[in-house]
């Protein structure tokens, strides 16, 4: 680490997403590594090479670039989004409106929610090896032709094939554990802290020690889903192998395994044990309880030789996908009215975004995914095997080729994602356009007091300038879409009951019209629906395979990452690992060093804010009498302080002043679309600080400085909105500012 002089003032730049490079934080070419490694590091100018860009004379400029823990390695940033649907599940429970409810039923229904998830991702892989694969592709001559690699298949009895082909969703299984556990050095490998929360999913404060410390939780968590994902396989293969009467034997292994998902679904609901010792206690037996169903069940499988008397889907495959579709359906519907009534006993003032329903709305778009991926790979490789017919109510395969059915429950999934897309897209537009108005009267508002004598031929350029402060206020219009999103995805879902009885979207419209058979029209609705899920689904492993091959494109996925995995791991163990794990204790460290031999002025752009307000809530007491606050471009009370009021909202914004004594000037922007005032309120947030030092907080900058062209310059001054702040004046100001008023305390205390 690097040694600083004694009484050395340090401004530390954090960044916001994106994975900004330490040249652009430091905006200078020429930097060197004085602390962290390649993965988060801390870093300065080289010695005699200049200052950093925007630098306070006196003030030496420093960077924590933290971006490579998310867009570093190009394969880990593309596997990431095979695990979209696990971490929006993770990242809905900290939408809460209050941090009550610890143990109780919110907790207990997103970690059901995020077990289902599981479930889905096994039902889909046992959809395509075992029912389309293994049931309906390889006793059929004409599905099995050409294809060396499945006929080789049709010379094993249906209980072996069908064993051996359950090996690809335990290998499935195994690849996911490893993706959501294979970062551990980099991500969570910052070290234990020595305090630890005794709750299960952290407590309501992050200032509390160990809240970030998310390792016994995940790894509690990841037993108990690969129980589930266990289970569900051993269940799917026994009632393959036993549909033509089930044995005593062939019973008790079917009834082992439901019990074996039954169980752990019950221990989703229960506190995750304090201590490693109660943990192991519970986990030990759990373990040995799914390797020893497995195992027998794959060896009474492989002596299982009865021929396939039947055709169709794989026994018990069309109703446990319906029934977990109905399930969450099912789950999201009462959690959006717990989370309702949970959002009653928000702090007065407060304005949870959508009256608190991020919650659920986040985990039905976990599972509108979920089921994106599913539907997608379930009629893709059906469509693959069938070489080209594409199987629906009024288009049957030959027979010959086998009737590769995925399950109805995946057409009405499908039904249900084209009409909640274009739905959400009818909300998008009638809200932008409603809102136009009354955006551009604000815009028109600001620039009058801003540019209130403009020449004729500056008229253009502040038209652009109005333009572009409407559309910075397009961020508060999106709840309309949104609940449309969550509305709309919920009743589709729920619209899977239907298949439990039998009906699918073809048969309900015949019924409906009155005509015996099937609509056609429904069944080609259905179809575009199929498609355009899959183009979306086709379009995102695209999007993958650029992200591994081109770092620009890896930055950009890199930015969903950044704001997914910041909250710790509590619901769902197969979600990308939580990098604050690491950004924050390591932030924490180097701030406390750094103010033990002078003054820190910690300068958080936009996401780098939010780090930077971790960080203060983690520092000890003898390290905050040294430090300063600074944010640019910060959205802790736009959409943090709406998104996570539990954690993030008015009193934590209040506390992280206290803790400072103040020591904090936050610069925004009219133009900003994703920063702005913290507490302000004649820009209509709230107070909720009794303190008139809330007031000296925010400090306005115009943008741009002006409309007309200096005379020394060719063009007007650019219109900067989010990045970036530290080449005007004032933030330099503010810099030297915070820099004076820590050193005073300092030499007061």
Same mark, same amino acid.
């Given at each position: 680490?690097?040694?600083?002089?004694?009484?050395?003032?340090?401004?530390?730049?954090?960044?916001?997403?994106?994975?900004?490079?330490?040249?652009?934080?430091?905006?200078?070419?020429?930097?060197?590594?004085?602390?962290?490694?390649?993965?988060?590091?801390?870093?300065?100018?080289?010695?005699?090479?200049?200052? =950093?860009?925007?630098?306070?004379?006196?003030?030496?400029?420093?960077?924590?670039?933290?971006?490579?823990?998310?867009?570093?390695?190009?394969?880990?940033?593309?596997?990431?989004?095979?695990?979209?649907?696990?971490?929006?599940?993770?990242?809905?429970?900290?939408?809460?409106?209050?941090?009550?409810?610890?143990?109780?039923?919110?907790?207990?229904?997103?970690?059901?929610?995020?077990?289902?998830?599981?479930?889905?991702?096994?039902?889909?892989?046992?959809?395509?090896?075992?029912?389309?694969?293994?049931?309906?592709?390889?006793?059929?001559?004409?599905?099995?032709?050409?294809?060396?690699?499945?006929?080789?298949?049709?010379?094993?009895?249906?209980?072996?094939?069908?064993?051996?082909?359950?090996?690809?969703?335990?290998?499935?299984?195994?690849?996911?554990?490893?993706?959501?556990?294979?970062?551990?050095?980099?991500?969570?490998?910052?070290?234990?802290?020595?305090?630890?929360?005794?709750?299960?999913?952290?407590?309501?404060?992050?200032?509390?020690?160990?809240?970030?410390? !998310?390792?016994?939780?995940?790894?509690?968590?990841?037993?108990?889903?690969?129980?589930?994902?266990?289970?569900?396989?051993?269940?799917?293969?026994?009632?393959?192998?036993?549909?033509?009467?089930?044995?005593?034997?062939?019973?008790?292994?079917?009834?082992? =395994?439901?019990?074996?998902?039954?169980?752990?679904?019950?221990?989703?609901?229960?506190?995750?044990?304090?201590?490693?010792?109660?943990?192991?206690?519970?986990?030990?037996?759990?373990?040995?309880?799914?390797?020893?169903?497995?195992?027998?069940?794959?060896?009474?499988?492989?002596?299982?030789?009865?021929?396939?008397?039947?055709?169709?889907?794989?026994?018990?495959?069309?109703?446990?996908?319906?029934?977990?579709?109905?399930?969450?359906?099912?789950?999201?519907?009462?959690?959006?009215?717990?989370?309702?009534?949970?959002?009653?006993?928000?702090?007065?003032?407060?304005?949870?975004?959508?009256?608190?329903?991020?919650?659920?709305?986040?985990?039905?778009?976990?599972?509108?995914?979920?089921?994106?991926?599913?539907?997608?790979?379930?009629?893709?490789?059906?469509?693959?095997?069938?070489?080209?017919?594409?199987?629906?109510?009024?288009?049957?395969?030959?027979?010959?080729?086998?009737?590769?059915?995925?399950?109805? =429950?995946?057409?009405?999934?499908?039904?249900?994602?084209?009409?909640?897309?274009?739905?959400?897209?009818?909300?998008?537009?009638?809200?932008?356009?409603?809102?136009?108005?009354?955006?551009?009267?604000?815009?028109?508002?600001?620039?009058?007091?801003?540019?209130?004598?403009?020449?004729?031929?500056?008229?253009?350029?502040?038209?652009?300038?109005?333009?572009?402060?409407?559309?910075?206020?397009?961020?508060?219009?999106?709840?309309?879409?949104?609940?449309?999103?969550?509305?709309?995805?919920?009743?589709?879902?729920?619209?899977?009951?239907?298949?439990?009885?039998?009906?699918?979207?073809?048969?309900?419209?015949?019924?409906?019209?009155?005509?015996?058979?099937?609509?056609?029209?429904?069944?080609?609705?259905?179809?575009?629906?199929?498609?355009?899920?899959?183009?979306?689904?086709?379009?995102?492993?695209?999007?993958?395979?650029?992200?591994?091959?081109?770092?620009?494109?890896?930055?950009?996925?890199?930015?969903?990452? !950044?704001?997914?995995?910041?909250?710790?791991?509590?619901?769902?163990?197969?979600?990308?690992?939580?990098?604050?794990?690491?950004?924050?204790?390591?932030?924490?460290?180097?701030?406390?060093?750094?103010?033990?031999?002078?003054?820190?002025?910690?300068?958080?752009?936009?996401?780098?804010?939010?780090?930077?307000?971790?960080?203060?809530?983690?520092?000890?007491?003898?390290?905050?009498?040294?430090?300063?606050?600074?944010?640019?471009?910060?959205?802790?009370?736009?959409?943090?302080?709406?998104?996570?009021?539990?954690?993030?909202?008015?009193?934590?914004?209040?506390?992280?002043?206290?803790?400072?004594?103040?020591?904090?000037?936050?610069?925004?922007?009219?133009?900003?679309?994703?920063?702005?005032?913290?507490?302000?309120?004649?820009?209509?947030?709230?107070?909720?600080?009794?303190?008139?030092?809330?007031?000296?907080?925010?400090?306005?900058?115009? !943008?741009?400085?002006?409309?007309?062209?200096?005379?020394?310059?060719?063009?007007?001054?650019?219109?900067?909105?989010?990045?970036?702040?530290?080449?005007?004046?004032?933030?330099?100001?503010?810099?030297?500012?915070?820099?004076?008023?820590?050193?005073?305390?300092?030499?007061?205390?």
């Amino acid at each position: 680490m690097d040694r600083a002089p004694f009484g050395e003032a340090v401004e530390l730049r954090v960044h916001g997403v994106s994975g900004a490079t330490a040249e652009k934080i430091l905006d200078h070419p020429i930097v060197v590594r004085v602390a962290g490694d390649r993965h988060a590091g801390f870093y300065r100018p080289r010695p005699g090479t200049g200052d =950093a860009g925007g630098a306070t004379s006196g003030v030496v400029v420093e960077a924590y670039r933290w971006g490579a823990l998310t867009a570093g390695a190009a394969v880990r940033t593309a596997s990431m989004l095979l695990l979209l649907p696990f971490m929006l599940g993770n990242l809905a429970v900290w939408l809460r409106p209050t941090p009550t409810d610890r143990f109780g039923l919110l907790g207990a229904l997103c970690r059901l929610l995020g077990g289902t998830l599981t479930a889905a991702f096994m039902l889909s892989i046992i959809g395509v090896t075992l029912n389309l694969v293994g049931w309906q592709c390889v006793p059929y001559d004409r599905c099995r032709a050409g294809r060396p690699y499945l006929s080789w298949l049709v010379v094993l009895p249906t209980g072996p094939r069908l064993a051996l082909l359950s090996l690809v969703p335990l290998l499935a299984l195994r690849v996911i554990w490893a993706l959501g556990a294979r970062s551990a050095r980099a991500f969570e490998g910052f070290g234990r802290s020595p305090t630890r929360p005794e709750t299960s999913e952290m407590t309501g404060s992050l200032g509390t020690p160990g809240f970030w410390d !998310d390792e016994r939780i995940s790894a509690w968590l990841r037993q108990v889903h690969v129980g589930i994902g266990a289970g569900m396989l051993d269940a799917s293969l026994l009632a393959g192998v036993s549909h033509a009467g089930t044995g005593p034997v062939g019973g008790l292994l079917f009834g082992a =395994a439901v019990a074996l998902v039954g169980a752990c679904s019950v221990l989703l609901c229960l506190p995750v044990p304090a201590s490693r010792a109660a943990a192991l206690r519970l986990l030990r037996p759990l373990w040995a309880a799914t390797v020893g169903v497995t195992v027998l069940s794959l060896g009474y499988a492989v002596l299982t030789h009865a021929a396939r008397p039947v055709q169709g889907q794989l026994p018990g495959y069309e109703g446990s996908a319906a029934g977990l579709v109905a399930t969450q359906g099912v789950l999201l519907v009462v959690l959006a009215v717990v989370t309702f009534v949970r959002q009653r006993a928000a702090p007065a003032g407060a304005r949870p975004f959508l009256r608190g329903l991020g919650t659920p709305i986040v985990a039905a778009a976990a599972v509108s995914v979920a089921g994106a991926f599913t539907a997608t790979l379930v009629f893709r490789v059906a469509d693959y095997l069938d070489r080209g017919h594409v199987p629906d109510p009024i288009r049957p395969n030959p027979q010959a080729v086998g009737p590769l059915e995925p399950p109805v =429950a995946y057409w009405w999934v499908a039904l249900a994602g084209l009409t909640t897309l274009l739905i959400v897209a009818v909300a998008a537009t009638a809200t932008l356009l409603l809102s136009r108005r009354r955006r551009r009267d604000l815009a028109e508002h600001i620039t009058e007091q801003d540019y209130p004598d403009v020449p004729t031929d500056a008229v253009p350029r502040l038209r652009a300038v109005r333009e572009a402060i409407a559309r910075s206020h397009v961020t508060e219009e999106l709840g309309p879409m949104l609940v449309a999103f969550f509305m709309i995805s919920s009743l589709g879902l729920a619209t899977i009951v239907l298949d439990l009885i039998g009906i699918g979207p073809s048969q309900l419209a015949a019924k409906l019209s009155g005509q015996p058979g099937t609509s056609p029209l429904a069944v080609y609705v259905t179809d575009a629906g199929i498609w355009v899920i899959s183009l979306l689904v086709i379009g995102l492993m695209i999007l993958g395979f650029r992200s591994y091959r081109s770092v620009e494109t890896r930055r950009v996925v890199a930015v969903l990452w !950044d704001l997914g995995t910041f909250w710790p791991r509590t619901v769902h163990p197969f979600a990308p690992p939580c990098y604050a794990a690491r950004a924050v204790p390591e932030l924490a460290k180097r701030v406390s060093a750094l103010a033990e031999r002078g003054t820190v002025v910690i300068s958080g752009h936009s996401h780098g804010s939010v780090l930077a307000a971790a960080t203060i809530l983690q520092l000890p007491p003898t390290a905050l009498r040294g430090v300063a606050l600074l944010t640019h471009g910060c959205p802790l009370y736009r959409i943090y302080a709406r998104l996570y009021p539990a954690y993030l909202g008015h009193q934590t914004l209040c506390e992280l002043g206290e803790r400072l004594d103040w020591r904090w000037r936050n610069l925004w922007r009219d133009t900003d679309p994703i920063g702005g005032t913290l507490f302000d309120h004649h820009r209509g947030a709230r107070p909720p600080c009794d303190t008139p030092a809330a007031d000296a907080v925010d400090v306005r900058l115009r !943008d741009p400085r002006s409309v007309t062209v200096d005379p020394a310059d060719t063009v007007p001054p650019p219109i900067e909105r989010h990045w970036p702040y530290h080449t005007q004046s004032q933030y330099q100001t503010a810099v030297r500012e915070l820099a004076d008023l820590t050193g005073q305390h300092q030499r007061g205390s």
